[in-house]
């Protein structure tokens, strides 16, 4: 069997986009629905709303602090289940957030997630300017908030990631010399949703070099150009993209997601030796 191998494309605060190869879809996919759904990370999880002056209701308010990212420090707490504490709320497991404002100007006044005032200074709200309510002047909001570890699984406000996805490795082969009518190239040229295709004075086809990265396969080249352009994709290679909302950094969100994946392959083996010696 061939090592894995990797290839970064794309590294940003926000978003990561690598290839994958020589590996099987079934372990790709493992892996995606592990950095989707089972890597644990911060959120408020309970609302204590002492005043509210608002025109929003006390629950309204609760759900949008809810679906507040909040960075994540996972050398520190632990899952609520977890902890010596048993889930009753510990410094080991919980961070208290505060808010209190009163609107001394004559202006309506908003209140945003940098506005909450955290015991941790490592647990915060991703962006200070997260919109939570607009308070009219003389009016008062206090707020006492409790953030946990939590799972995806169990709630969406729990997901570490916006977004992530995988597609196959494209693959784009043609002769430039048995494509030559003007209006199949342009036809070509146009139709392609990526742009990847351009063409000099309408005589010769030219495909980008890093097509790979942006093509997704839609079919649309082959189709117009009645076979003369294959289209494929390389076995066993995949483009991974995740997108996040900043409340884990990229290399400890995938340490966590072997670490995670390997878990879980000890406890199968484990049930299945359990199993073994039963029977």
Not at 115 to 122: A, E, I, V
Not at 127 to 148: L, Q, R, S
Not at 163 to 173: C, D, H, Q, S, T
């Amino acid at each position: 069997m061939s090592p894995l191998k990797l290839e970064v494309l794309e590294k940003s605060e926000y978003n990561l986009i690598f290839i994958i190869e020589d590996v099987s879809i079934e372990m790709v996919n493992a892996l995606r629905r592990i950095i989707l759904t089972e890597i644990p990370v911060m959120a408020i999880d309970e609302v204590i709303v002492l005043k509210n002056d608002s025109p929003l209701y006390d629950e309204i308010i609760s759900h949008r602090l809810g679906l507040i990212p909040l960075k994540t420090d996972l050398s520190v707490y632990k899952l609520p289940q977890d902890c010596d504490c048993g889930g009753y709320g510990c410094p080991m497991c919980q961070v208290s957030l505060t808010c209190e404002i009163t609107n001394t100007t004559n202006n309506p006044l908003e209140i945003y997630s940098g506005d909450l005032n955290s015991n941790d200074p490592k647990i915060i709200p991703v962006h200070p300017k997260i919109p939570i309510v607009k308070i009219d002047k003389k009016d008062k909001v206090i707020i006492e908030a409790y953030a946990i570890l939590g799972k995806a699984k169990d709630h969406a406000k729990w997901q570490a990631v916006s977004n992530v996805a995988f597609r196959y490795l494209p693959i784009i082969e043609f002769n430039e010399k048995e494509i030559t009518d003007p209006e199949e190239i342009n036809l070509i040229v146009k139709t392609c949703p990526e742009d990847l295709y351009s063409s000099k004075n309408e005589k010769t086809l030219e495909l980008k070099e890093d097509y790979w990265k942006s093509c997704t396969l839609c079919n649309s080249c082959e189709h117009n150009s009645n076979g003369k352009i294959k289209l494929s994709h390389k076995k066993d290679a995949y483009i991974f993209s995740i997108e996040s909302d900043g409340v884990l950094p990229f290399d400890i969100l995938i340490k966590e997601t072997f670490k995670i994946f390997n878990g879980k392959i000890e406890e199968f083996m484990t049930k299945l030796e359990e199993l073994e010696i039963e029977s």
